[in-house]
């Protein structure tokens, strides 16, 4: 039977999927039971909230005024993505423009002095956005390295009035963290010492709504060749957009959709898996009970004819719809 969800249940989904703390995820959770149609075709997904939002108030509190920041940050969403520049690059300005969080913005430098995390809607999936403290000569706490390493993809982020200014800094204070970062698309480079990283990077100019920004850049492009991919962008209007589907292409992930037998797709939860990923990688990603028990699966859309039967090793694709069977 299908779920036949409501708006009013598709806009507490999309404030669930907004909430960073641990008190907005279970008020979203509990908005979500409260609003979704009771009826055999939702019987599964109400268990799937229950079961989130027991897990969710079993978790300890954060203690008032605790002080010390875990460098470990747990990922969120299609992909972790890791705001890297200088200082007033316009980092907080752009978590703050495209998802619920509240980082510090102020026209001073070294405002941002914690991890603010908050997740970017982007078609039926989100990215999490992880606003970090500036990388500057001043002291930068370990962690923050820490959280880019650890990251799926960065953003590089400059302001269009100081861009080369701002590469050369970051680039310069990273990579003495032995750290690098290749341009998004591009096979990442072989390590030229022991213990170095490299993460795939996208560079997201800002400012542009600045007099005289779009000869700003063109001088930045005159000056210096920009290997990774640019974004110029304003967060007062919306050439933010651009964001979205670059930070997919990006990350080079798919969406599958799993269906039960005799049952519609769920189209509204896909799963994100990396490129390349088969439906051996889908099981896993379900449940690893489920992997091992697959016998074959099949397959709607563009990897396979509609209702295909394959294999646990056939390779799927962007928009794929996979029906398991045990």
């Not at 697959?294 to 394959?310: E, I, N, T």
Request: glycine residues 6%; proline residues 8%.
């Amino acid at each position: 039977m299908p779920a036949n969800l409501t708006p009013i249940y598709r806009d507490a989904e999309a404030r669930y999927k907004a909430a960073v703390t641990r008190e907005e995820k279970i008020a979203g959770l509990e908005e979500m039971l409260r609003v979704i149609p009771k009826h055999k075709g939702t019987e599964h997904l109400q268990g799937d909230l229950r079961s989130r939002l027991s897990k969710l108030r079993q978790e300890p509190r954060k203690k008032a005024g605790s002080k010390g920041l875990s460098h470990r940050l747990p990922k969120e969403g299609a992909g972790q993505v890791a705001l890297v520049g200088a200082p007033n690059s316009g980092k907080s300005s752009l978590v703050a423009a495209l998802t619920h969080a509240k980082p510090e913005v102020a026209a001073y430098p070294l405002s941002t002095l914690k991890a603010t995390p908050g997740m970017m809607p982007f078609e039926d999936i989100a990215f999490q956005l992880v606003d970090l403290p500036p990388i500057c000569h001043e002291h930068v706490e370990p962690w923050v390295y820490d959280l880019i390493r650890a990251s799926d993809l960065a953003w590089l982020v400059v302001s269009v009035q100081r861009p080369l200014q701002g590469l050369e800094l970051v680039e310069e204070l990273l990579s003495k963290k032995a750290i690098g970062l290749y341009p998004a698309g591009a096979e990442a480079p072989e390590a030229t010492r022991p213990g170095w990283t490299y993460k795939k990077a996208i560079l997201v100019v800002t400012g542009m709504d600045l007099p005289g920004a779009e000869g700003d850049l063109e001088a930045l492009e005159e000056l210096v060749e920009i290997p990774w991919p640019k974004l110029a962008v304003s967060t007062l209007d919306d050439s933010l957009a651009i964001l979205g589907p670059a930070t997919f292409k990006a990350l080079d992930i798919i969406r599958v959709y799993a269906k039960e037998p005799r049952k519609e797709p769920d189209k509204t939860r896909p799963f994100t898996l990396p490129r390349g990923s088969t439906v051996e990688d889908l099981a896993k990603a379900i449940h690893k009970e489920i992997a091992e028990e697959v016998k074959f699966a099949r397959v709607w859309g563009p990897s396979a004819f509609d209702g295909q039967s394959v294999h646990e090793h056939h390779v799927l694709e962007e928009g794929d719809v996979v029906e398991l069977h045990r």
